[in-house]
């Protein structure tokens, strides 16, 4: 990393901080040391290998009767899921609304999921990921009582105005509910800016104050326990007039910022950026390899599920093609779904509109729920809200008994991509569109959301004929083959291949070129030939699928993929 001078923290906050003289530079720096003293430890080389791999859950996605939550997870954790490195903990904190993301305390747990001691127990087995719900906050945070009163600290923390907000017709929002929301200051009318609901107010980030106050946030995290921070929906950090409010340059050196910051005080602690934007605009938070450490690959979950629906992988192998390979230090970080619905956004520029109205309307046939966002006074599809096992209920042919099949597969190919993968909690035990708890809370996003009874769950998943139980050890098996893979290395390698539209392939090669993987997958319910002789596999080295533990031997034949196969077909066989 470069080091970390004051010199350096100066230039920095200058560049976000335009409009503020030097001795208030100054001061700020002096005040930054405080938090983080800048005593630039060296990059950790190895941030992480093929035997990395994330759990999504909520605290409290496992519940037991007269248990904390903290407490409850941790064991089904040791139970079913060692072989997980990473374990991103949805927030835990007290909250009001959009299950945890507007925080009322940032320095509190909520008291039925424990405490801070429970925390730490959890992470002496696991490598945690917290949450910095870094834009916005609870209307109740004492924070934003405190600026409705005019006191300290946060009379000046969030964006305020006596005219409404809602002419600023440029900017963009993944919610159709008003910009503005009205409040009363000592008897007066103000306006507080809200990008996503009127319980969610954002922060200002203009004052450097709201800067100081994260900086403080991150390190209590940091000493907590945690070694990744998720810096929730950043891209809408620093607004400004006349802007679209979003992936502006302040927002990026903030980001700069933070990582230099935690890289000075906590080796190989994180950064993974939640931008759940377009694609092109979404990669831009790498940086020059001095932003975010991984980001979220949005554009990979829809595109998978797009095409095993539509039994084609044109659109994904055109998108896997242009993707740049992340530099060492950077990663992808994927996944098939997470707490929230399948992204819509991160589709434009990579399926043109009929194409996205046909997956749209075939995943509403299989039980999706649709979540609309308004931008220029046009409506349209912002995310699809299901399971993943939902999801895959149904193809452009109508239903058929492959859901399970297909499920599978799309875990086959998440695990062989560039990057690191992640699989929520609701498809590791599978999970199905939870309509009770949307019918309770009305949340389209609460279908896949559901707080599963511990022993219940346990039963379910150590049933051998349950459907629950096929999932679960199937997603387990392939994580234990792929952990042994150094060719899955999260920078290893990777080619698309060119094949035929029902099939997907990739290349990959481990980072010393010792162990290549061909990971091809039948995306079609009939069985598919495949010439091994147009994959060109080494005459002179062996072959063996990892998945069938068959050995190739004839590479100048004919491979039969049976409806929804995948093989991962290596020259160096580490089982």
């Given at each position: 990393?470069?080091?970390?001078?004051?010199?350096?923290?100066?230039?920095?906050?200058?560049?976000?901080?335009?409009?503020?003289?030097?001795?208030?530079?100054?001061?700020?720096?002096?005040?930054?040391?405080?938090?983080?003293?800048?005593?630039?430890?060296?990059?950790?080389?190895?941030?992480?290998?093929?035997?990395?791999?994330?759990?999504?859950?909520?605290?409290?996605?496992?519940?037991?009767?007269?248990?904390?939550?903290?407490s409850t997870l941790r064991l089904?954790?040791?139970?079913?899921?060692?072989?997980?490195?990473?374990?991103?903990?949805?927030?835990?904190?007290?909250?009001?609304?959009?299950?945890?993301?507007?925080?009322?305390?940032?320095?509190?747990?909520?008291?039925?999921?424990?405490?801070?001691?429970?925390?730490?127990?959890?992470?002496?087995?696991?490598?945690?990921?917290?949450?910095?719900?870094?834009?916005?906050?609870?209307?109740?945070?004492?924070?934003?009582?405190?600026?409705?009163?005019?006191?300290?600290?946060?009379?000046?923390?969030?964006?305020?105005?006596?005219?409404?907000?809602?002419?600023f017709s440029k900017v963009v929002?993944?919610?159709?509910?008003?910009?503005?929301?009205?409040?009363?200051?000592?008897?007066?009318?103000?306006?507080?800016?809200?990008?996503?609901?009127?319980?969610?107010?954002?922060?200002?980030?203009?004052?450097?104050?709201?800067?100081?106050?994260?900086?403080?946030?991150?390190?209590?995290?940091?000493?907590?326990?945690?070694?990744?921070?998720?810096?929730?929906?950043?891209?809408?950090?620093?607004?400004?007039?006349?802007?679209?409010?979003?992936?502006?340059?302040?927002?990026?050196?903030?980001?700069?910022?933070?990582?230099?910051?935690?890289?000075?005080?906590?080796?190989?602690?994180?950064?993974?950026?939640?931008?759940?934007?377009?694609?092109?605009?979404?990669?831009?938070?790498?940086?020059?390899?001095?932003?975010?450490?991984?980001?979220?690959?949005?554009?990979?979950?829809?595109?998978?599920?797009?095409?095993?629906?539509?039994?084609?992988?044109?659109?994904?192998?055109?998108?896997?093609?242009?993707?740049?390979?992340?530099?060492?230090?950077?990663?992808?970080?994927?996944?098939?779904?997470?707490?929230?619905?399948?992204?819509?956004?991160?589709?434009?520029?990579?399926?043109?509109?009929?194409?996205?109205?046909?997956?749209i309307n075939t995943l509403q046939?299989?039980?999706?729920?649709?979540?609309?966002?308004?931008?220029?006074?046009?409506?349209?599809?912002?995310?699809?809200?299901?399971?993943?096992?939902?999801?895959?209920?149904?193809?452009?042919?109508?239903?058929?008994?492959?859901?399970?099949?297909?499920?599978?597969?799309?875990?086959?190919?998440?695990?062989?991509?560039?990057?690191?993968?992640?699989?929520?909690?609701?498809?590791?035990?599978?999970?199905?569109?939870?309509?009770?708890?949307?019918?309770?809370?009305?949340?389209?996003?609460?279908?896949?959301?559901?707080?599963?009874?511990?022993?219940?769950?346990?039963?379910?998943?150590?049933?051998?004929?349950?459907?629950?139980?096929?999932?679960?050890?199937?997603?387990?098996?392939?994580?234990?083959?792929?952990?042994?893979?150094?060719?899955?290395?999260?920078?290893?390698?990777?080619?698309?291949?060119?094949?035929?539209?029902?099939?997907?392939?990739?290349?990959?090669?481990?980072?010393?070129?010792?162990?290549?993987?061909?990971?091809?997958?039948?995306?079609?319910?009939?069985?598919?030939?495949?010439?091994?002789?147009?994959?060109?596999?080494?005459?002179?080295?062996?072959?063996?699928?990892?998945?069938?533990?068959?050995?190739?031997?004839?590479?100048?034949?004919?491979?039969?993929?049976?409806?929804?196969?995948?093989?991962?077909?290596?020259?160096?066989?580490?089982?």
């Amino acid at each position: 990393m470069n080091k970390l001078t004051r010199k350096t923290l100066y230039n920095y906050l200058s560049l976000i901080y335009k409009k503020h003289n030097s001795r208030e530079l100054n001061k700020l720096c002096t005040e930054i040391k405080k938090i983080f003293p800048l005593n630039s430890k060296t990059k950790k080389n190895i941030l992480w290998d093929e035997k990395d791999c994330f759990l999504i859950t909520y605290a409290d996605s496992i519940k037991k009767p007269q248990e904390n939550n903290f407490s409850t997870l941790r064991l089904f954790l040791n139970k079913y899921c060692k072989d997980f490195s990473y374990i991103h903990v949805l927030p835990f904190y007290p909250y009001s609304s959009d299950d945890g993301f507007a925080v009322i305390d940032y320095e509190k747990i909520q008291s039925d999921h424990g405490n801070w001691k429970d925390f730490c127990k959890l992470s002496k087995n696991f490598k945690i990921m917290t949450d910095l719900v870094i834009n916005h906050c609870s209307s109740k945070n004492q924070l934003f009582q405190n600026f409705l009163n005019r006191l300290d600290p946060g009379s000046e923390f969030f964006i305020s105005s006596t005219k409404n907000f809602n002419n600023f017709s440029k900017v963009v929002r993944p919610r159709s509910s008003k910009l503005s929301k009205k409040v009363k200051i000592f008897g007066k009318d103000h306006f507080v800016w809200c990008t996503f609901s009127h319980d969610q107010v954002d922060f200002n980030f203009k004052n450097p104050d709201v800067l100081l106050y994260f900086l403080k946030i991150i390190k209590f995290y940091i000493d907590k326990g945690t070694k990744a921070l998720r810096l929730d929906a950043v891209a809408f950090l620093w607004k400004e007039v006349g802007t679209k409010c979003i992936n502006l340059p302040e927002t990026h050196l903030i980001i700069r910022l933070i990582r230099l910051l935690v890289e000075s005080y906590s080796e190989g602690t994180l950064i993974i950026t939640e931008t759940n934007i377009p694609n092109h605009e979404n990669l831009s938070y790498f940086g020059n390899n001095n932003e975010a450490h991984c980001i979220y690959n949005f554009s990979l979950a829809p595109l998978v599920i797009h095409a095993l629906i539509s039994e084609n992988s044109t659109f994904l192998k055109q998108w896997s093609r242009s993707m740049p390979p992340a530099q060492f230090g950077n990663s992808y970080l994927n996944f098939l779904s997470t707490h929230d619905g399948i992204g819509m956004r991160p589709l434009e520029g990579i399926l043109p509109d009929d194409e996205i109205n046909k997956f749209i309307n075939t995943l509403q046939t299989s039980g999706a729920l649709l979540t609309y966002r308004v931008s220029q006074k046009k409506k349209t599809v912002y995310e699809v809200n299901t399971t993943l096992l939902d999801a895959l209920k149904e193809t452009y042919k109508g239903k058929d008994n492959y859901r399970i099949k297909r499920f599978i597969l799309a875990h086959e190919m998440l695990f062989a991509m560039e990057g690191m993968p992640a699989v929520y909690i609701q498809n590791l035990v599978g999970a199905v569109n939870d309509f009770k708890k949307f019918k309770n809370t009305n949340a389209n996003r609460s279908v896949n959301r559901t707080n599963w009874n511990y022993i219940k769950l346990c039963n379910l998943i150590e049933k051998s004929s349950s459907i629950n139980n096929k999932i679960y050890s199937s997603i387990i098996k392939l994580i234990k083959l792929r952990i042994k893979q150094p060719a899955f290395h999260p920078n290893a390698t990777q080619f698309t291949l060119q094949l035929q539209s029902y099939l997907f392939g990739v290349w990959r090669q481990s980072i010393d070129r010792s162990q290549s993987i061909f990971c091809i997958s039948n995306l079609s319910k009939q069985s598919k030939s495949v010439s091994l002789l147009d994959i060109n596999l080494i005459s002179t080295d062996k072959w063996h699928d990892i998945l069938t533990k068959k050995d190739i031997k004839d590479l100048s034949g004919n491979m039969i993929l049976s409806p929804y196969q995948t093989v991962w077909l290596t020259n160096k066989n580490y089982e």
